[in-house]
């Protein structure tokens, strides 16, 4: 059998809010059976990769922390590898704090290496301030991820996208961004299991975020509509996934265990009417 690992967006795919999407329990117990990796990824910066793992128990999904990798993680350690034992000033909470310190990097609040954004309830006028004028001083611009809005219970709230986008506006600099879709983030979560790009199945519930970033590093790719996305979207975008499923549990066994990409067979349909079957060629 080919070796397979999955990564998994969180919000949308394992659960929306509190409470967890139908069939998930059961296709996390055929990724055991099958002795099948998956890592959870998120682009939200807010929790740390603990307080993430106490969530996914609580709602009743085992986890450990090496089965979550968060944006703040990867851009954490991309900083790390820049610049070592660097400075930043933080627009964010305590998940994106914890993952600087975890890689050698001071919060401070004068002359900062970078200034670094993410997600976050608490910010005020003063701190967007602050960060314009630390920018201006020379400080580098780096964003968790470019995600203008973050789904809520009660609704959309703006996220670490907009908070960036009104820094950018006023210095004229642009960030760099590390998360999803970056292959930044894209090739740590892949070396995190240990796998070879071929290897790789990309679920998500976002075609600019979760399903882009698939594409662009070589992952095969499942889109599931149990989130915000519909299929009356997907003719918006010049790219597509290799699948479509209602959720992830819709994703059939022959198709996770099949070759995939490139064999002779190409992408199985799934048994589901609302899956797309979609045959890529290499090129």
């Avoid at 995600?147 to 986008?165: K, S, Y």
């Avoid at 882009?212 to 997907?234: I, K």
């Amino acid at each position: 059998m080919k070796q397979v690992g999955f990564l998994l967006d969180m919000d949308g795919v394992i659960y929306r809010g509190d409470q967890l999407i139908e069939g998930t329990i059961t296709f996390l117990e055929r990724l055991r059976a099958l002795s099948l990796p998956y890592l959870f990824l998120t682009n939200n910066s807010q929790r740390a990769r603990r307080d993430i793992v106490a969530k996914l128990r609580r709602l009743g999904l085992p986890a450990d922390d090496h089965q979550v990798f968060t944006c703040a993680m990867a851009t954490a350690r991309f900083l790390a590898g820049q610049r070592p034992c660097g400075t930043a000033f933080v627009l964010g909470e305590n998940g994106l704090a914890n993952a600087l310190h975890v890689n050698g990097y001071s919060v401070v609040d004068s002359d900062p290496d970078y200034v670094v954004v993410g997600e976050g309830r608490t910010f005020t006028f003063e701190m967007i301030e602050k960060a314009v004028r630390l920018v201006e001083k020379g400080a580098k611009l780096i964003a968790t991820n470019m995600d203008t809005t973050c789904p809520t219970d009660q609704g959309l709230r703006p996220g670490c996208g907009a908070i960036v986008a009104m820094i950018e506006k006023a210095t004229g600099v642009e960030a760099f961004s590390v998360g999803k879709p970056s292959p930044v983030m894209m090739r740590m979560a892949r070396k995190e299991m240990g796998l070879a790009t071929d290897e790789v199945v990309m679920v998500g519930d976002t075609m600019y975020t979760d399903i882009l970033g698939g594409v662009q590093l070589g992952y095969r790719t499942v889109l599931v509509l149990s989130g915000h996305t519909t299929e009356e979207d997907l003719k918006s975008y010049a790219y597509q996934p290799d699948l479509i499923v209602p959720c992830a549990n819709e994703i059939p066994t022959d198709w996770i265990l099949g070759e995939g990409r490139g064999s002779s067979d190409g992408i199985r349909a799934a048994a589901s009417p609302l899956a797309l079957h979609a045959e890529v060629a290499e090129v």
